[in-house]
């Protein structure tokens, strides 16, 4: 039936066609093209149908087939040099900037004079800046975020006074900073701020539940790929890898679900991705693919397969070596300056620092190593004056020194009580007699000259007196010389037949006094009060093996004694005959010899524990020498303690106390003594192997630390081969300034090697570096480009293998059709006062206006427009067919013309008509038939110079390169007559 009724209509079709005047004669068939589509490079040419072979410079989403406007010029950034960056920021002010970078500089400029440099960058690498928290903030991924505030720059730091992390790539959402690619803790991971602001990112160990706290995510680390790609968009933030893309959803540490797109779609370059009108952009390894919120990312560039697929830029990428482990600093050599392992991988986790030996004394023992002359050393650890070599020191007011410490003897479980300063009190048991403390002397009988030396005062009051004093005898002392102290008087008496008072005094008590008690052997014995001689007599010996003793006891009715003293010390084997006069006034300590383990060391502060009232005198000197056997010594340089010796020295050194006493009231002494020594170092790294891909090095990024008065230097120097030259002769080192601009500063071979000098003034202000990054480039680095206009996608690239700099820009139309631009190279796109703006990627530094509305020339030259139809074959492939004609349908425009042109059997020659777009302008070569000149509306007949041309295939094409004119095609038509098969 339904056979019959189609039957039944084609009938009536010819019936009607046959007694109507026919459009065109018999056989011939129309071939008619009112819908212009775009490039199509993955299809047979004969198999693409309204889309194009070619479709270079024009537009055909508008319903028809246009000329593509042209560029106006906005200025120049930096004359010689590509522009690497462009986008726009509007200050707090209100004033609206143009943010580009040119070689190794960022710059700023609202064209009102010429660009203002803002800072530097690694060469070859594109920045990141976004805008957020009223600046607009940089990443370079070589060194901490940067800000310019629209007056200023600075370095983004952390709320603890830390730098934010090292990002390559950077995302707003949510008012939070989104931080990826951190080069010193991994390519792969994203750190993400807390809400409001950069100045956290220490992730809290609650941070699951507090919403607003800071993040981190790594991206599957172990793939051995890093994150390339970062932008925000309505569903959250992409995150793009080499060959992986995933998304991280939600808006706060309760909500955050990292989603993964597609594990096997990745993202080419960050500066391909753009939100086109509600759907996510961007160039994949495998073309370009579009994300709409849901589902899998989608290819929507299969059509251009065999352009996108090869682009040449897969050959770039940027590489660094990373030292800041201890097993990276120990790879190198710690000990490049000597012997002694002067710099330290060790002292501070994860960084090198240079060492420094500590020369202590703070111990009997260690001081007894030294020697002594005319000073003693206590048995707590302390020195002090004596005139002579001694057993016990002379004297000392260090306020932690109780007698017991010096081999005192509580007798009676009496007290002793510190109360303030140096005073000390000893509280004795009532009742005659009654001994507090006594210190064994020098054995049985009196072999040697002694010296009692004390400061002592009694309570005021009621209380009778104590005394302290030489006796003979533990169980029932004898005073031998003693000085008896009451609320009122003093006596200095000693042991003759009875108790002899061989001088009393009046003083009002409480009152401090020095007293100095001298025994000789010859039984003589001596009183001083504050260095005044006041006494003198014979002590008799009861005879006897009890031993000599010092004591401190009470004496009279038993009423409670209490003496207030400042010190109490007693000095043996004095010179004979004892006196004022004849002991000696200057001693000295001579150190131990203390190994620095450095070559040539700097000395730090010189910090000693110690006494000196005026007017004595202790003062300080050092030397020191490269031999340890005792010789080969530098003189003696005097300096202040609490300062640094003036001058280094050699390895080994000792220093030297003098001392001066005043008239035996008082004298210096010390407990401890410290000083540094330190050196300036080398630390030179092991050899690298870079790898023959490079192409150039990068910036040379250190973070160190360096205190005031200190500096660190680098060299570094690079080989094809791999080397051990540790002199430098046959390698030489090159200076090196770290963190900036110049690159690194040897050419680009196979190893590669640095070393570091460090220098301070003092150990507490030694230098240390936690990390250094070498950086280089392999490959060309063709850069990328991308940027959104009129619900166009343009993404601009580097087509051709040969080509240094971006040659072709790909341009997705709002119909989904693509065609391309070719003229000006761009290397860069951005928004710029509401419309897309390109930068020359050559060396004008030109940024223009794209697609400026009414100017079809760029920047004056020339648009070469191209549109390549498919070849058709009017449904028959391996026909001949006859071309008869073309009809045009165009647009009229002032002295304006396209050239027509048609190819057969896919030949690359065409035959060229051009077409005139004025009203009633002819075609050229041939001339119109009389009556085909139409005025208004083009639609007009092209006919051919032969008459007709016979062909398998049949191709046209519409193209101009005439300066600053438009054309627009509405459509066209060819006439084609299949021929009937012919065999041999």
């Given at each position: 039936m339904r056979r019959s009724l189609l039957s039944a209509v084609l009938l009536l079709a010819g019936a009607i066609t046959s007694s109507a005047v026919e459009i065109y004669p018999a056989g011939w068939t129309p071939v008619p093209i009112n819908e212009f589509g775009g490039l199509n490079l993955l299809s047979d040419s004969t198999a693409i149908g309204n889309d194009a072979q070619k479709a270079q410079n024009v537009l055909t989403d508008n319903g028809y087939l246009e000329k593509r406007p042209g560029n106006v010029i906005l200025g120049t950034i930096l004359a010689g040099y590509p522009v690497k960056y462009v986008n726009d920021w509007v200050s707090p002010n209100g004033t609206r900037y143009l943010i580009t970078h040119a070689s190794n500089t960022i710059y700023q400029t609202d064209f009102s004079g010429a660009p203002v440099a803002l800072s530097t960058a690694q060469p070859l690498f594109s920045i990141t800046a976004l805008p957020a928290f009223a600046r607009l903030i940089f990443a370079d991924g070589f060194r901490a975020p940067w800000y310019w505030d629209g007056s200023s720059t600075g370095t983004v730091v952390s709320s603890n006074g830390t730098a934010a992390p090292i990002c390559t790539y950077m995302a707003f959402k949510d008012a939070r900073v989104f931080c990826a690619n951190i080069p010193n803790e991994g390519t792969s991971r994203v750190r993400i701020s807390s809400t409001g602001g950069m100045g956290y990112w220490v992730v809290p160990p609650d941070f699951t539940q507090v919403d607003n706290a800071p993040n981190v995510f790594d991206f599957t680390p172990d793939d051995g790929d890093s994150i390339k790609c970062m932008a925000t968009t309505p569903w959250g933030v992409f995150v793009g890898k080499q060959y992986s893309s995933s998304m991280i959803k939600g808006t706060g540490n309760l909500s955050y679900d990292i989603r993964i797109l597609d594990p096997k779609v990745g993202c080419k370059d960050n500066r391909s991705v753009q939100m086109v009108y509600g759907v996510l952009q961007w160039l994949s390894n495998d073309g370009v693919y579009a994300y709409d919120g849901s589902g899998p990312p989608r290819l929507i560039s299969r059509e251009l397969d065999p352009l996108v697929a090869n682009l040449p830029y897969t050959s770039y990428g940027t590489k660094f070596w990373l030292n800041d482990t201890m097993a990276d600093w120990q790879s190198g050599n710690l000990t490049a300056s000597g012997p002694g392992a002067p710099i330290s991988a060790t002292a501070l986790p994860g960084a090198i620092t240079v060492t420094s030996a500590t020369l202590t004394d703070n111990a009997t023992a260690l001081f007894a190593q030294g020697t002594c002359e005319g000073c003693g050393i206590s048995l707590s650890g302390d020195v002090q004056f004596?005139?002579?070599?001694?057993?016990?020191?002379?004297?000392?007011?260090?306020?932690?020194?109780?007698?017991?410490?010096?081999?005192?003897?509580?007798?009676?479980?009496?007290?002793?009580?510190?109360?303030?300063?140096?005073?000390?009190?000893?509280?004795?048991?009532?009742?005659?007699?009654?001994?507090?403390?006594?210190?064994?002397?020098?054995?049985?009988t009196a072999n040697d000259n002694k010296i009692l030396t004390f400061r002592l005062a009694t309570k005021a009051g009621s209380e009778r007196y104590g005394y302290v004093g030489?006796?003979?005898?533990?169980?029932?002392?004898?005073?031998?010389?003693?000085i008896y102290i009451s609320s009122s008087d003093i006596n200095y008496a000693i042991r003759d037949v009875s108790l002899k008072f061989l001088l009393t005094e009046t003083q009002a008590q409480p009152s401090f006094s020095t007293y100095t008690i001298v025994l000789t052997t010859a039984s003589a014995v001596y009183f001083y009060r504050d260095g005044v001689f006041k006494a003198s007599s014979t002590v008799v010996y009861f005879g006897g093996t009890n031993p000599d003793y010092v004591v401190i006891a009470a004496q009279g009715p038993p009423l409670t004694t209490t003496l207030y003293s400042d010190f109490i010390y007693f000095s043996t084997n004095i010179p004979s005959p004892p006196t004022i006069g004849n002991i000696v006034g200057v001693s000295t300590f001579t150190s131990r010899i203390f190994d620095t383990q450095v070559s040539t060391p700097t000395f730090g502060i010189f910090v000693a524990s110690s006494t000196a009232a005026s007017p004595t005198v202790l003062s300080w000197s050092i030397r020191s020498s490269t031999s340890p056997n005792n010789d080969l010594w530098s003189s003696y340089t005097s300096f202040p303690a609490g300062s640094a010796p003036p001058t280094g020295g050699s390895r080994y050194a000792e220093y030297r106390s003098t001392f001066s006493q005043f008239s035996l009231i008082e004298s210096p002494g010390f407990r401890y003594v410290t000083l540094d020594a330190a050196s300036t170092a080398y630390y030179t790294s092991a050899v690298h192997l870079i790898g023959s891909a490079i192409s150039s090095y990068g910036i040379f990024t250190v973070t160190q630390n360096i205190p005031?008065?200190?500096?660190?230097?680098?060299?570094?120097?690079?080989?094809?081969?791999?080397?051990?030259?540790?002199?430098?002769?046959?390698?030489?080192?090159?200076?090196?300034?770290?963190?900036?601009?110049?690159?690194?500063?040897?050419?680009?071979p196979t190893y590669f090697q640095f070393r570091g000098k460090f220098d301070f003034n003092y150990p507490a202000n030694i230098p240390s570096v936690s990390r250094i990054q070498t950086n280089w480039n392999e490959g060309t680095g063709n850069p990328v480009s991308s940027g959104v206009l009129d619900r166009r996608y343009h993404l601009c690239v580097t087509i051709s293998s040969a080509a240094t700099t971006p040659d072709t820009c790909l341009i997705r139309q709002k119909t989904g059709k693509w065609v391309t631009w070719t003229g000006p190279s761009i290397g860069a796109m951005g928004i710029y006062n509401y419309t897309l703006v390109a930068a020359d990627g050559t060396n004008t530094s030109k940024v223009w206006t794209i697609m400026s509305p009414g100017v079809y020339s760029d920047?004056?030259?020339?648009?070469?427009?191209?549109?390549?139809?498919?070849?058709?074959?009017?449904?028959?492939?391996?026909?001949?067919?006859?071309?008869?004609?073309?009809?045009?349908?165009?647009?009229?425009?002032?002295?304006?013309?396209?050239?027509?042109?048609?190819?057969?059997?896919?030949?690359?020659?065409?035959?060229?008509y051009q077409f005139y777009l004025d009203n009633g302008g002819a075609i050229s070569p041939t001339l119109l038939p009389a009556g085909m000149i139409q005025y208004g509306n083009i639609n007009q007949f092209v006919p051919l110079l032969t008459g007709y041309d016979v062909a398998k295939y049949v191709r046209i094409k519409f193209s101009d390169a005439t300066l600053n004119t438009y054309w627009r095609i509405n459509s066209f038509l060819l006439y084609l007559e299949n021929q009937a098969r012919m065999t041999p």
């Open positions: 004596s005139g002579v070599t001694s057993t016990y020191a002379f004297r000392s007011e260090f306020n932690t020194v109780l007698p017991l410490n010096e081999g005192w003897v509580n007798t009676n479980a009496t007290s002793v009580q510190d109360v303030g300063g140096s005073s000390l009190t000893y509280t004795c048991p009532p009742g005659a007699g009654g001994t507090c403390y006594t210190s064994h002397t020098t054995g049985a030489f006796t003979k005898g533990n169980n029932s002392p004898v005073e031998l010389a003693a005031n008065g200190s500096t660190i230097t680098w060299q570094v120097r690079a080989t094809t081969y791999s080397f051990t030259d540790i002199s430098g002769v046959n390698i030489p080192w090159t200076a090196q300034t770290a963190n900036q601009v110049p690159i690194i500063s040897v050419s680009t920047d004056g030259s020339t648009i070469d427009s191209q549109w390549v139809s498919a070849d058709f074959t009017n449904g028959v492939i391996f026909n001949n067919k006859i071309l008869h004609e073309f009809w045009v349908d165009a647009t009229p425009v002032a002295a304006s013309s396209v050239t027509l042109s048609y190819a057969t059997n896919k030949a690359s020659a065409y035959t060229d």
